[in-house]
């Protein structure tokens, strides 16, 4: 079963709720950390990240040599990523998206293809036994959904009964591939303005893809009702909430996860884990 | 005309209420009427829902194209499946389909169809807005959910502020900019004069506020911090400090935490504008007060 966790806006406990029900899981956990511009749960899992490897795009190497300047690969370029200038064929990374179009088109097979780096892929255990991973991208990069689309593929040899995603804040292309596959999107929000409204906006794309959702509001007893009232409204069931309390915000901001600041709370997770299984896709 | 940038690596550590905040205090001071407002955040645009501003103008954002296969035709050989490197294309019922969210706009598939049986068509991806708040005009955007592109809606977003400002004499573009360090986060930064990186005394916090200002140094834009929630884990706010210190970065101040942040949002103001003697508020115009100079001097 693979699990999604996602907000839209960010800063409302995605890796807090999805670090806390992977530590109730227990074993047999995969936790995949999908926030590849800001990945923080490993600061909460202390994995030994003993795998590596990087990945990124395949970029076009045109071979002049053979290159006729027909411009073929100009033309069929739908983000003008490669360009003929009199006897010169330019590649212009930042626009690529290694997609080798151009390279299948080249009349002159002209064009091979490099790994262009944008990140890495690392992977090891956690004390607890959770086989966890993540993408890290390299500063500077634009894209994130390479990463993450390799990150999904770097399976353990053993498929693991649960699998946990952390996903990206905001509702664009990073989030959609994190959700893709999923068997539920858990959504973490936060009972104000900001929090509702990022929140339609996943929930928005989980319907999309057709994938049954749940919702954990964080920071209960702060902000409104409005969020209550759209879940009602949407049907999308309430399974956690989780008050503002000062004591959670201090351990988590000092690197614990909820379960071990509060123990109390291992058992509201397995709970958690037993309404997403009635309710997931699988 | 300078431009200020909000940004914060993390998610969720007070960048649109800091904003807001600013946008109040530049209408109170020297800055009326010399601002412009930019809403970075595509795909989780929130300064609106503080702003509450009248809507002027508004236009879809053609985003990217998506295949499309015409089944008439189809000879259903799989070509496009070989060729479609982010696995957009799946086989059911004996027909190829492309799932549109999948699609990349690439049209590998388009030129290695046999049958000629795909093209490329164009899709509305969001929306523009231009808008009058009342600390004045603001430009904003909606990223429907799920499309590509975001970068580019960011980029709209900012000239059009820009134009404005250049256009009118306006002193001050103020952007709230995305989460994260990718692309919205490239695009959001690229011209600004300044960034004010909001961070969070938290071990993830700490974490990536190192992130973004790798990234925003890369670019070459001159940053300060501030601390916001500073007094959940002091040890943290000292790290911080300690850290900004030893790479050379000015800090601007400590925001503490206040539930009155929360109230504001809901209350649909500023913060500054809500409850003018709040410890936020105090806090962030002391930060106002200390962001306009190394705006000024900056190039």
Same mark, same amino acid.
């Not at chain 1, 009602?232 to 989780?242: C, F, N, Q, S, V």
């Given at each position: 079963?693979?699990?999604?966790?996602?907000?839209?806006? !960010?800063?409302?406990?995605?890796?807090?709720?999805?670090?806390?029900?992977?530590?109730?899981? !227990? +074993?047999?956990?995969?936790?995949?950390?999908?926030?590849?511009?800001?990945? #923080?749960?490993?600061?909460?899992?202390?994995?030994?990240?003993?795998?590596?490897?990087?990945?990124? $795009?395949?970029?076009?190497?045109?071979?002049?040599?053979?290159?006729?300047?027909?411009?073929?690969?100009?033309? $069929?370029?739908?983000?003008?990523?490669?360009?003929?200038? !009199?006897?010169?064929?330019?590649?212009?990374?930042?626009?690529?998206?290694?997609?080798?179009?151009?390279?299948?088109?080249?009349?002159?097979?002209?064009?091979?293809?490099?790994?262009?780096?944008?990140?890495?892929?690392?992977?090891?255990?956690? *004390?607890?036994? $959770?086989?966890?991973?993540?993408?890290?991208? #390299?500063?500077?990069?634009?894209?994130?959904?390479?990463?993450?689309?390799?990150?999904?593929?770097?399976?353990?040899?053993?498929?693991?009964?649960? +699998?946990?995603?952390?996903?990206?804040?905001?509702?664009?292309?990073?989030?959609?591939?994190?959700?893709?596959?999923?068997?539920?999107?858990?959504?973490?929000?936060?009972?104000?303005?900001?929090?509702?409204?990022?929140?339609?906006?996943?929930?928005?794309? *989980?319907?999309?893809?057709?994938?049954?959702?749940?919702?954990?509001? #964080?920071?209960?007893? $702060? !902000?409104?009702?409005?969020?209550?009232?759209?879940?009602?409204?949407?049907?999308?069931?309430?399974?956690?909430?989780?008050?503002?309390?000062?004591?959670?915000? +201090?351990?988590?901001?000092?690197?614990?996860?909820?379960?071990?600041?509060?123990?109390?709370?291992?058992?509201?997770?397995?709970?958690?884990?037993? #309404?997403?299984?009635?309710? *997931?896709?699988? | 005309?300078?431009?200020?940038?909000?940004?914060?690596? &993390?998610?969720?550590?007070?960048?649109?209420? %800091?904003?807001?905040?600013?946008?109040?205090?530049?209408?109170?001071?020297?800055?009326?009427?010399?601002?412009?407002?930019?809403?970075?955040?595509?795909?989780?645009?929130?300064?609106?829902?503080?702003?509450?501003?009248?809507?002027?103008?508004?236009?879809?954002?053609?985003?990217?194209?998506?295949?499309?296969?015409?089944?008439?035709?189809?000879?259903?050989?799989?070509?496009?499946?070989?060729?479609?490197?982010?696995?957009? =294309?799946?086989?059911?019922?004996?027909?190829?389909?492309?799932?549109?969210?999948?699609?990349?706009?690439?049209?590998?598939?388009?030129?290695?169809?046999?049958?000629?049986?795909?093209?490329?068509?164009?899709?509305?991806?969001?929306?523009?807005?231009?808008?009058?708040?009342?600390?004045?005009?603001?430009?904003?955007?909606?990223?429907?959910?799920?499309?590509?592109?975001?970068?580019?809606?960011?980029?709209?977003?900012?000239?059009?502020?820009?134009?404005?400002?250049?256009?009118?004499?306006? @002193?001050?573009?103020?952007?709230?900019?995305?989460?994260?360090?990718?692309?919205?986060?490239?695009?959001? %930064?690229?011209?600004?004069?300044?960034?004010? =990186?909001?961070? @969070?005394?938290?071990?993830?916090?700490?974490?990536?506020?190192?992130?973004?200002?790798?990234?925003?140094?890369?670019?070459?834009?001159?940053?300060?911090?501030?601390?916001?929630?500073?007094?959940?884990?002091?040890?943290?706010?000292?790290?911080?400090?300690?850290?900004?210190?030893?790479?050379?970065?000015?800090?601007?101040?400590?925001?503490?935490?206040?539930?009155?942040?929360?109230?504001?949002?809901?209350?649909?103001?500023? %913060?500054?504008?809500?409850?003018?003697?709040?410890?936020?508020?105090?806090?962030?115009? %002391? =930060?106002?007060?200390?962001?306009?100079?190394?705006?000024? @001097?900056? &190039?």
């Amino acid at each position: 079963m693979r699990i999604v966790v996602a907000s839209g806006k !960010g800063g409302t406990g995605k890796t807090t709720v999805a670090t806390s029900l992977a530590l109730a899981a !227990g +074993e047999f956990v995969h936790f995949m950390d999908c926030d590849v511009e800001a990945p #923080n749960a490993a600061l909460f899992l202390h994995p030994v990240l003993d795998q590596h490897q990087e990945v990124g $795009i395949l970029l076009p190497v045109v071979d002049e040599s053979l290159c006729t300047y027909c411009g073929k690969c100009a033309e $069929i370029c739908e983000f003008h990523a490669i360009a003929i200038i !009199g006897k010169k064929t330019l590649v212009f990374p930042e626009l690529c998206h290694g997609c080798g179009s151009c390279t299948l088109v080249c009349p002159e097979k002209a064009i091979s293809e490099r790994l262009d780096v944008m990140g890495v892929l690392e992977s090891g255990m956690t *004390a607890t036994g $959770i086989d966890f991973a993540h993408g890290v991208m #390299n500063v500077g990069e634009p894209m994130a959904v390479p990463i993450i689309r390799q990150l999904k593929k770097w399976m353990p040899a053993t498929p693991p009964a649960i +699998e946990i995603r952390d996903a990206p804040p905001g509702a664009s292309c990073p989030v959609v591939e994190t959700i893709r596959g999923a068997d539920f999107v858990l959504l973490v929000t936060e009972p104000t303005p900001f929090g509702l409204h990022d929140l339609k906006q996943v929930v928005g794309i *989980a319907r999309e893809l057709g994938i049954p959702a749940g919702v954990v509001v #964080n920071r209960d007893g $702060i !902000g409104d009702n409005a969020v209550e009232a759209y879940c009602t409204e949407a049907g999308l069931p309430i399974l956690l909430r989780i008050p503002m309390e000062r004591r959670f915000a +201090e351990a988590i901001a000092s690197g614990r996860t909820l379960v071990e600041a509060a123990p109390e709370y291992r058992q509201a997770f397995l709970t958690l884990l037993e #309404n997403i299984t009635a309710r *997931a896709a699988v | 005309m300078k431009q200020l940038i909000i940004l914060s690596g &993390k998610g969720g550590t007070g960048k649109t209420s %800091v904003t807001a905040a600013f946008a109040h205090l530049a209408a109170q001071s020297r800055f009326a009427n010399q601002v412009i407002l930019a809403d970075a955040d595509v795909d989780a645009a929130n300064l609106e829902l503080v702003l509450q501003p009248r809507l002027l103008e508004q236009q879809d954002f053609k985003g990217g194209k998506v295949a499309v296969i015409n089944p008439d035709t189809c000879a259903s050989c799989g070509d496009c499946v070989a060729v479609c490197r982010f696995d957009a =294309i799946n086989y059911a019922d004996s027909l190829y389909l492309i799932d549109p969210i999948a699609c990349d706009g690439c049209a590998a598939c388009v030129y290695q169809c046999p049958s000629e049986s795909i093209t490329m068509h164009e899709q509305v991806a969001g929306k523009f807005y231009f808008s009058e708040s009342r600390y004045g005009p603001l430009y904003h955007a909606n990223l429907f959910p799920g499309q590509e592109n975001s970068g580019k809606l960011v980029t709209l977003v900012k000239q059009r502020a820009r134009l404005q400002a250049l256009d009118e004499n306006r @002193e001050l573009v103020l952007v709230d900019g995305p989460p994260g360090i990718g692309c919205p986060v490239i695009s959001a %930064v690229s011209g600004a004069n300044l960034a004010l =990186i909001v961070a @969070e005394p938290t071990v993830a916090g700490v974490h990536d506020m190192r992130r973004i200002l790798q990234t925003v140094q890369h670019f070459g834009v001159h940053a300060v911090v501030c601390i916001n929630k500073a007094d959940i884990y002091p040890a943290g706010a000292d790290d911080i400090e300690a850290f900004c210190r030893e790479s050379g970065i000015g800090t601007v101040g400590r925001i503490p935490f206040d539930l009155t942040v929360a109230r504001a949002m809901v209350a649909g103001e500023a %913060v500054t504008a809500f409850q003018p003697d709040a410890p936020a508020s105090l806090a962030i115009a %002391v =930060i106002w007060e200390r962001v306009i100079p190394s705006l000024l @001097e900056s &190039k």
